[in-house]
Every structure is written in C-alpha cells, then in structure tokens.
T-cell receptor
Framework: DAGVIQSPRHEVTEMGQEVTLRCKPI?????LFWYRQTMMRGLELLIY????????DSGMPEDRFSAKMPNASFSTLKIQPSEPRDSAVYFC?????????????FGEGSRLTVL | AQSVSQHNHHVILSEAASLELGCNYS??????LFWYVQYPGQHLQLLLK??????LVKGIKGFEAEFIKSKFSFNLRKPSVQWSDTAEYFC???????????FGSGTRLQVQP
C-alpha cells in the first residue's frame, strides 16, 4: 500500500492568499483526520471524517479554515485568507474501522509558510 | 475530555545511556495508549501501543512502555539508546468510544555519539 499521500509537501505563500492542502487516505480506511503541528501547540486535531462525513470539527481554528471530503479517496483542507500564524506542518492521517485499536497512519505532512 | 502530559520537553543523552520518558493521561474510562516517533523531517510512525492485556508493551527498535493504571501513566523506556534514536517522541491517548487521538506536546530526544 502506498500509505497516506499528502500534497504539496511544502508551500510558501503570502498573507491573504488561499491555500489548499490535499490528502489521499489509505484505501479501505474510512476515518480521515487532519492535524496541525506547531512548536507552540504541538499536534492539534483540526477535524476528522468518517465515511466522508465530518464528525468533529471543533478543532478548526476559525472560519478561515474549511475541510471537505468529496469521496473516500480524497480530502482537502483550505485556508482562506491565510495568515502568518497559520504557518505549521499539516498532517493527514487515516485509520480503518472495525479494528478498534485507534492506531492512526500518518502522511508525510504539508509544511506551510505564510509570509 | 482526554488529555496527555509529557513532562520532559528536551532530553539529551549519550549513546548507551538508559532512557525513560514520562507520559501521564487524563481520561475516566478505558483507554488505548500509544507512543509515536517522528524522525527529523519525517512523518509520525507508531513505536508501540497498548489496548489490553499485559501492561508491559514491547515495540520496535528495543523500546518498551509500561501502563500503570493507578498512576494514569504510560512511560517509554529503552535500556541503551543509540544516536539513531534522535527524534521527537509523542505519547497519545484514545479513550474508549473515541476515534481521534489526543497527543502530548512531545519530547525531543537528542542522543550524542
């Protein structure tokens, strides 16, 4: 299996621009998670989906952030407009249902820098 | 709510030294517990996990962790570290019925040759 695939790996943008991060979960995994990692706050859960439906978005910082999962093999995290404080590494992770050990499988992350 | 506390933020050891990283969690019910490792520039990888049975769990690369329910702890240990263990280590908890992991703030381990 190819694992969780994220793109882009690195993005540098200017304040005010729209940023779209993409994730392809492992085939057959029906849970998908978006985490954000910063030095100050560590790893924070932003949102997670089950069978393409958002279950918990309480970690989404504000209305500038939105996430979608139009099908089982693709999700996006969008920031509009972006701000310098959004600079972080954004990780996508997936897991299957039915084997309730909770282990998450992470992608390699998207490092976002907002100037 | 579930939370995780890692006491050591930055640990520096010499090769062959023993390692113990502290992790305490807060959750009132049954939990699954994890340690993840993040090597420089890489994604998080599972080191070991506990969900039931023997509270002493062995993972990859010689790591082990012990679940002490009375102390709400899940400390990570390795008897002899190597330079290649230099990485950031995250403890995580997943309470019964919950689907998302809550991570601790991480411990950066630096092993000097």
């Amino acid at each position: 299996d190819a694992g969780v695939i994220q793109s882009p790996r690195h993005e540098v943008t200017e304040m005010g621009q729209e940023v779209t991060l993409r994730c392809k979960p492992i085939s057959g995994h029906d849970y998908l998670f978006w985490y954000r990692q910063t030095m100050m706050r560590g790893l924070e859960l932003l949102i997670y989906f089950n069978n393409n439906v958002p279950i918990d978005d309480s970690g989404m910082p504000e209305d500038r952030f939105s996430a979608k999962m139009p099908n089982a093999s693709f999700s996006t995290l969008k920031i509009q407009p972006s701000e310098p404080r959004d600079s972080a590494v954004y990780f996508c992770a997936s897991r299957p249902t039915g084997v309730n050990t909770g282990e998450l499988f992470f992608g390699e992350g998207s490092r976002l820098t907002v100037l | 709510a579930q939370s995780v506390s890692q006491h050591n933020h930055h640990v520096i050891l010499s090769e062959a030294a023993s390692l113990e990283l502290g992790c305490n969690y807060s959750y009132g019910g049954t939990v699954n517990l994890f340690w993840y490792v993040q090597y420089p520039g890489q994604h998080l990888q599972l080191l070991l996990k506990y969900f039931s049975g023997d509270p002493l769990v062995k993972g990859i690369k010689g790591f082990e962790a012990e679940f002490i329910k009375s102390k709400f702890s899940f400390n990570l240990r390795k008897p002899s570290v190597q330079w290649s263990d230099t990485a950031e280590y995250f403890c995580a908890v997943n309470g019964e019925g919950r689907r998302a992991l809550t991570f601790g703030s991480g411990t950066r381990l630096q092993v000097q040759p």
